[in-house]
C-alpha cells in the first residue's frame, strides 16, 4: 500500500462547510486512479490535500511502506498556475534540476514523449490552452516523482491529444491520480475509478463496474460513457476499449 | 453577420497563427470553429469581437453587422464585480442605460436563463456552472446580435452541460447568430448548423457535420462513439 487516507476532513475557511466530509481511501503502489464527479465536488481539494498542498482539519494521510514522505508532483487544473519559466524546455527542466536528475536528458525524453518538440524555445504563456496543458503534464513527469497527481489532464485537450495522453499516464510504472470531467477518459485509462460526490467518496472500484452504474452516475452529475452506452443500445457486453468494440461487431455478425 | 477577408494574425517572430481567412458567418446560425489545440480556433473567435492580444499583428479585416458578445473558457475572468446582478448591469451602465430600463433588461434574462435566484448571490460563492450562467447573462442582457462562446463546455459537468446547451438551443430559437469554437462535437452536432474545421491557421474543411465526419475524426476531434467506431471499423475491413 502506498498511501492510506483515513477520515479526511477539510474546509477553505474556519469554522465553515466543509469540502471533503471524511474521506478513507487506500492506494495502491503503481496503480491509475481516476476521479470523477461533478463541478463542485471536492475533487481538486482531494487532489492538494493527496499532494500536501493543503493540510487537513483532521483525519490523517499515511504512507505505510516508507520511511519519509515520498515525492509527490501535481499538475494544476489551470496550467498557467504552475508556470513562471522563460521557454517551454526550461520549464520541463526545472523539476529535474531541482532533484539533482539529469535534468536535460529527461526533458528531453519527456517533450518527446508528449510532442511538443515544436514547441521547446516558445514561452509556456503564450501558448493555447490545449499546448499549456501538455507542457503542465511533462513538467511533472520529468521530475519523476513517485506518485503523480493531475488535476484535470486532459481539459482542453482534443481526442488525439486526450488519447496521447491517456496512453503516456497509463503506461507509467508509477502511482498516479488524475481527476477528469471525462468520463470516457477514466473508463479508458484507469485500473481504479474513484466517484466523489458534495465531499465524500460515493463508489471506488474497476471502471467496467463502476461507470455502467446508472444511479451512481446520475448522483454524482456523470455522464455514461460512449462506449458504454453504444454496448448498451445494441444489446452486447460492454468491452474494454474500442478495439474490443470492433471484435465484438465482428462476432456478432458471424 | 460577420464577413472576414483575407485575414491574417502574425505574432512577434512571424508565424502565421491565421493564414488568410475568408469567411462569411450568416445571420441566424449556428456555426461551429473546430480545430486541434493551437490551430487557431480561439484567435479566430476572438477576432470576430475584436480581441486581439498585444504583441499580435493583423492583416486584413473583419466586418460585424450588429452587437457581438462574447462568453470566455473561464467565466471567472470577465466577471469584474462582486455580486451577479451588479454584474449583470455593467455593460448596461456603461452603455449608459437608465436605471429602470437596466432592471427591466435583467429581469428579463434573468427569466430567460433559469437564473432569478442567483442575481442577490455573491461572485465568490456560486458554483462553476453558475459563474458560467453569470457571464452569459450579463452578455445577454445587451441584447447581442451575434454570441461567440470559446470552448463552452470543457470545464462543465454533465448538469451544466445540459444546462448551457438548452441556453444555446433557446438563443438558437430566437434566431441569434451563434459562434462556438469546441473541440468536443459530440452535444453539439444537433444544434449547429455548419462546421469550420481549422488546420494550422487556415480552413481545412467547411460544411455540414455528418459529411465532414471523417475529416473531423482525423483532426482529432471529439466526435460520438458510434461515428468513431464505424470509422475505426470501416478501417479494420480495409
Known amino acids: 500500500m502506498k498511501m492510506k487516507l483515513k477520515d479526511i476532513h477539510f474546509s477553505y475557511e474556519e469554522n465553515g462547510t466543509e469540502s471533503i466530509k471524511g474521506v478513507d481511501l487506500s492506494i495502491e503502489e503503481g496503480k491509475h486512479y481516476s476521479l470523477v464527479g461533478g463541478n463542485g465536488s471536492g475533487k481538486t481539494t482531494l487532489l492538494k490535500l493527496i499532494s500536501g498542498l493543503l493540510e487537513p482539519d483532521s483525519g490523517k494521510i499515511i504512507f505505510p511502506e516508507s520511511e519519509k514522505k515520498p515525492e509527490i508532483g501535481f499538475s494544476p487544473e489551470d496550467p498557467e498556475l504552475g508556470f513562471f519559466a522563460r521557454t517551454v524546455k526550461e520549464e520541463v527542466e526545472f523539476y529535474p534540476k531541482n532533484r539533482g536528475l539529469n535534468h536535460e536528458n529527461i526533458a528531453e525524453k519527456v517533450i518527446k514523449k508528449v510532442d511538443i518538440s515544436h514547441l521547446k524555445q516558445k514561452s509556456p504563456y503564450l501558448l493555447s490552452s490545449g499546448q499549456q496543458r501538455l507542457v503542465s503534464i511533462a513538467s511533472v513527469l520529468s521530475g519523476l516523482p513517485e506518485i503523480m497527481v493531475f488535476d484535470e489532464p486532459t481539459h482542453s485537450l482534443h481526442r488525439k491529444g486526450e488519447k496521447m495522453v491517456g496512453k503516456v499516464l497509463s503506461g507509467l510504472k508509477r502511482t498516479t491520480l488524475f481527476s477528469t470531467h471525462s468520463s470516457d477518459f477514466a473508463f479508458e485509462f484507469s485500473d481504479e475509478v474513484i466517484v466523489i460526490y458534495d465531499g465524500k467518496i460515493l463508489k471506488v472500484g474497476e471502471p467496467r463496474e463502476v461507470l455502467s452504474e446508472k444511479k451512481t452516475l446520475e448522483k454524482a452529475g456523470i455522464r455514461t460513457p460512449g462506449i458504454v452506452d453504444w454496448a448498451r443500445e445494441n444489446s452486447l457486453k460492454i468491452p474494454s476499449n474500442l478495439e474490443e468494440a470492433i471484435d465484438l461487431i465482428k462476432e456478432d455478425k458471424d | ?238
Not at chain 2, 451563434?178 to 462535437?185: M, P, R, S
Request: with cysteine; charged share 35%.
Open chain 2, 1 to 238: 453577420m460577420i464577413k472576414i477577408s483575407s485575414f491574417s494574425i502574425m505574432n512577434i517572430e512571424g508565424d502565421r497563427l491565421l493564414d488568410d481567412i475568408d469567411l462569411k458567418i450568416k445571420e441566424g446560425k449556428t456555426t461551429l470553429i473546430c480545430g486541434e489545440p493551437g490551430s487557431g480556433k480561439t484567435l479566430l473567435l476572438k477576432s470576430m469581437k475584436g480581441l486581439i492580444s498585444e504583441g499580435l499583428r493583423k492583416k486584413g479585416n473583419i466586418k460585424r453587422e450588429g452587437r457581438t458578445g462574447i462568453i470566455f473558457q473561464e467565466p471567472r475572468k470577465q466577471l469584474v464585480r462582486s455580486n451577479v446582478k451588479m454584474e449583470a448591469a455593467f455593460d448596461l451602465e456603461n452603455l449608459c442605460y437608465p436605471p429602470e430600463k437596466i432592471e427591466k433588461k435583467i429581469e428579463e434574462y434573468s427569466k430567460f436563463l433559469d437564473a432569478e435566484h442567483l442575481l442577490n448571490r455573491d461572485i465568490d460563492e456560486i458554483s462553476h456552472g453558475e459563474l458560467t450562467k453569470t457571464a452569459i447573462l450579463s452578455v445577454l442582457v445587451t441584447e447581442p446580435d451575434i454570441v461567440l462562446f470559446d470552448e463552452p463546455l470543457s470545464s462543465l459537468d454533465y448538469p451544466n452541460r445540459e444546462m448551457l446547451l438548452e441556453i444555446i438551443k433557446r438563443l438558437k430559437q430566437k434566431e441569434t447568430t451563434i459562434v462556438i469554437a469546441e473541440h468536443d462535437i459530440r452535444d453539439l452536432i444537433d444544434i449547429c448548423d455548419r462546421i469550420i474545421l481549422l488546420k494550422e491557421g487556415s480552413v481545412l474543411e467547411d460544411g455540414d457535420p455528418i459529411e465532414l465526419k471523417n475529416a473531423l475524426y482525423r483532426e482529432g476531434i471529439k466526435i460520438p462513439f458510434p461515428w468513431e467506431l464505424d470509422i475505426e471499423a470501416r478501417r479494420d475491413r480495409s
